[in-house]
């Protein structure tokens, strides 16, 4: 059976895949530094002898910042590692879009700070402003993982020898969930309350840690079979 005209690389492509480990190994030393990056707001409180357990409390939100980010940024380590193992090769595309999605982890320790300092010491108005810059910042990073899904769509001489076009369409769904929950978390926090908006943020970090090996192209398959029927 012929291949979709959307699977078939355009006469003249001239793609010569190159090698991963530079992009690997740069990837990781980025995600290794932004991760470590993150304990740098965590600091020993001032207390006074026998207040040292109110001290640490009053560093409470710090740490659940801390937690949540460190989370958010193991997960996208996680989806990169997957998301290298689709591709045979690299292009001159494929490491700028890995830029972007660099781009998008080095900006996490911002937001987690403005967010444990809204948490510490902010009102509630101040709490909007972080959940949002934190929805809007998560937001932003998912962008460069549907770019990288969709090249690869309409490259598929860069796919491995596993890796089929229902795979590569079905993970396509996943940043597009991101662009959208997160964007409405952020606007949940802002019209609604804050913590509301933030445990929407917990939750998609949850999805995109268990949805880290892909989504399965089962339903999709189902949904194809039903049409032909």
Do not use: C
């Not at 355009?10 to 480990?21: H, I, V, Y």
């Not at 972007?100 to 009102?123: E, R």
Request: proline residues 6%.
């Amino acid at each position: 059976m012929p291949a979709a005209p959307e699977e078939v690389e355009p006469s003249g492509s001239d793609l010569r895949p190159g090698e991963t480990d530079r992009l690997k190994a740069f990837s990781d030393g980025v995600f290794a530094i932004v991760i470590t990056l993150l304990v740098l707001d965590l600091r020993v409180p001032e207390f006074q002898k026998g207040e040292l357990f109110g001290s640490l409390l009053e560093e409470a939100p710090s740490l659940f910042a801390f937690v949540v980010s460190f989370v958010y940024i193991g997960v996208l380590w996680l989806n990169h590692h997957s998301l290298l193992r689709l591709i045979r090769g690299t292009t001159f595309a494929i490491n700028w879009i890995n830029l972007g999605i660099l781009f998008g982890v080095v900006i996490i320790p911002f937001p987690t700070a403005v967010l444990a300092s809204a948490l510490a010491k902010g009102g509630t108005h101040d709490l909007r402003v972080a959940v949002v810059m934190y929805a809007l910042a998560a937001a932003l990073m998912s962008s460069p993982w549907l770019v990288f899904f969709v090249y690869l769509h309409r490259h598929p001489a860069l796919r491995a020898e596993h890796v089929g076009a229902d795979q590569v369409r079905a993970q396509q769904y996943r940043p597009i969930t991101g662009i959208v929950l997160y964007g409405f978390t952020g606007l949940l926090g802002w019209i609604a309350y804050p913590l509301i908006g933030l445990a929407g943020i917990v939750v998609m970090i949850i999805f995109h840690g268990l949805t880290s090996e892909g989504i399965s192209t089962r339903p999709l398959r189902w949904v194809r079979s039903g049409r032909r029927r």
